[in-house]
């Protein structure tokens, strides 16, 4: 595989339910990013990790949890969401947080009931 | 502020048309980013500029980035139906090189 790739790339759940998505990278780089995109606004950078080390959390709620395990892999873990939280989740990851480029993955994209 | 102004918010052109759309900001910008997203997929990187006044091209698309370091605009000539999607600007803050700003996207579409 090559790129950024992201699991699972459809979800609905319940307010109650817990899950996860997952996002891997492939090319090497050191900063992974998480964003919430909805219909007709910017993306939202919601988290930014640099060596598995968070180093941005832009005023997320607490029902989204991320995790970095390794350089490779990001989670991000959600818990008694809100219909408002139905959006597209995208991945990216790039060289460092500095470098302009950022890779995206395909995004989750997620509907709470 | 620092937000991205892009406009238009949509575009129905034919077939073979030139487009053309912008970002604006009343911020100074040290990078600017062109990236296109297609229906079920993540944005994919175009273009990306890095001195005020660049032009670069990629295949049919131009890109800028304008003098004032406020705004870049993007070109697409002779547009073709595979051209379809949501094109996002993207930049840096001068000053501030982790605080990536994009517009809310210009949606595309291309009449055969």
């Known amino acids: 595989e090559t790129g950024v790739t992201q699991t699972p790339r459809h979800l609905v759940m319940g307010m109650t339910n817990k899950k996860s998505l997952k996002c891997e990278q492939h090319l090497g780089h050191n900063a992974m990013y998480w964003y919430k995109q909805s219909a007709k606004k910017p993306l939202e950078l919601m988290f930014v990790y640099n060596f598995k080390e968070q180093t941005e959390n832009n005023s997320v709620p607490s029902r989204f949890s991320p995790e970095c395990p390794n350089s490779s892999h990001l989670f991000l873990h959600l818990h008694t969401l809100q219909p408002e939280d139905s959006a597209l989740y995208l991945c990216?990851?790039?060289?460092?947080?500095?470098?302009?480029?950022?890779?995206f993955g395909p995004g989750t994209r997620l509907l709470v009931l | 502020g620092q937000q991205l102004n892009q406009s238009p918010q949509s575009m129905f052109i034919q077939e073979g048309e030139d487009v053309s759309m912008n970002c604006t900001s009343s911020?100074?910008?040290?990078?600017w980013l062109w990236y296109k997203q297609e229906p079920g997929e993540g944005p994919v990187l175009l273009i990306a500029?890095?001195?005020?006044?660049e032009l670069t091209s990629n295949g049919r698309l131009t890109a800028q980035f304008g003098i004032t370091r406020k705004d870049s605009f993007l070109n697409i000539s002779a547009s073709i139906p595979s051209d379809v999607g949501i094109y996002f600007c993207?930049?840096?803050?001068?000053?501030?090189?982790?605080?990536?700003?994009f517009g809310a996207g210009t949606r595309l579409t291309v009449k055969p």
């Open positions: 911020s100074i910008f040290n990078t």
């Open positions: 500029l890095y001195k005020a006044g």
């Open positions: 993207a930049g840096r803050i001068l000053y501030n090189n982790n605080d990536m700003r």
């Open positions: 990216a990851s790039s060289q460092d947080p500095r470098r302009e480029t950022q890779y």
